[in-house]
């Protein structure tokens, strides 16, 4: 039986079983909940960089929305509160939409 000792969707174990094969799972602890996300969302970053196709590349990145959805939770926060800080950013600094790409400042 392979080990994989990793964080996953929490559907998994019943998507397995229907399989007819067993698996073993524990709950995690607050710290280590959070770290084990903090895995999984480089985990997906690093599939994401390494996507060669448009919808591979919108595979992962719902991927890691759902991470930062769950992640906005354990932090006490919400997606709606993380939206409106991120519209909030955009007002004030701007997005990434213009391509800009600072090369230097004379200081």
Known sequence: MPNYNKLVRDRIPDIIRSTGK???????????????LQTKL??????????????????ELADLLELIHVLSDVHGGSIEKLEDMRRQK??????FYEKVFLVNVDD
Request: aromatic residues 6%; negative net charge; glycine residues 2%.
């Open 90 to 95: 955009a007002e004030q600094r701007g997005s």
């Open 22 to 36: 067993e698996c073993e799972t524990r709950t995690l602890e607050k710290n280590d909940y959070i770290n084990s």
């Open 42 to 59: 480089q985990e997906e970053l690093n599939e994401y960089q390494n996507t060669d196709h448009d919808q591979d590349a919108l595979e």
